[in-house]
């Protein structure tokens, strides 16, 4: 195996440093501003310290759900010269690359997109690889409950329900007429405002809604299709990468300073559980 000395961040980097092609699928009439928080460690119940900013687009035909935080450094990337990305990651500037990722960091790197014509859902991310799959809207079984409280100005409902694995609460407003909400959830007559497992390991809670009009795109990186896969496959890639991100090459990490180092052990689990 050919060794490979590179730095944690120039990798991370390279996947989301070429120009974007984007294929227009909708306009958006809403867009919804979620915060995620989630266990970074679910042996010590540690939760990651920055919370992460996802997006929902939502329009007549399609929605997307994606990473504020991903998007904003993706952009700044591909405003570069060719030149300022290339000394960006260069392994001889690590330092450089520090800098701009505590300033610029990246957030989940997964695209969602729900297609209401066919009622298919489509799941892209980055990493491992850049892979791709399709599968059916399903929507999850819903109980409504009798109880209500006020979250972020709007008298909410809660709902439960099972899906695939994990057992959730969801708090839905009846004030914002729209079957949809974060992630793969949907299903309630209204916009969910929030919605946790009952581990408390995954939570996503609105903090911003407006109407606009803005582009639903699929994103595409230029000259890299995307592998077609299935959910399944997903799945274990997923799980096989969080035990061991870089299991199949020989990679030496190095700090700013040069020093190697070995990175912590990821410790978390897929959201989606009910395939092993």
Request: hydrophobic share 35%.
């Amino acid at each position: 195996m050919k060794k490979i000395t590179i730095s944690i961040i120039s990798m991370i980097l390279i996947t989301a440093s070429a120009n974007a092609q984007n294929t227009l699928l909708d306009i958006s009439y809403m867009e919804c501003g979620y915060k995620f928080t989630l266990m970074a460690d679910t042996i010590k119940n540690i939760k990651t310290i920055k919370d992460q900013h996802m997006m929902l687009l939502i329009g007549n035909k399609y929605s997307k759900f994606y990473s504020y935080t991903t998007f904003f450094s993706d952009s700044l990337r591909t405003s570069m010269s060719a030149i300022e990305r290339e000394n960006m990651l260069s392994t001889n500037n690590a330092a450089g690359m520090v800098e701009f990722l505590q300033k610029n960091p990246l957030g989940e790197l997964y695209n969602i997109y729900k297609n209401y014509t066919e009622n298919t859902i489509t799941f892209t991310d980055r990493l491992p690889s850049r892979v791709l799959y399709s599968e059916p809207m399903v929507k999850q079984d819903w109980k409504i409950i009798n109880e209500t409280k006020e979250i972020v100005g709007y008298n909410c409902q809660k709902a439960t329900c099972t899906f695939r694995g994990r057992d959730y609460v969801a708090w839905f407003t009846r004030e914002i007429p729209v079957n949809e909400g974060p992630w793969k959830f949907s299903g309630l007559p209204g916009l969910i405002i929030k919605v946790c497992d009952t581990q408390e390991r995954y939570d996503f809670e609105l903090y911003a809604v407006r109407k606009v009009k803005k582009d639903i795109v699929f994103s595409k990186e230029e000259g890299s299709d995307y592998q077609k896969i299935s959910r399944k496959e997903y799945l274990k890639m997923s799980r096989n990468y969080i035990q061991n991100p870089f299991a199949n090459i020989d990679v030496t990490f190095r700090r700013a300073d040069g020093t190697p180092f070995i990175p912590d052990q990821k410790r978390y689990d897929v959201m989606e559980r009910d395939i092993k």
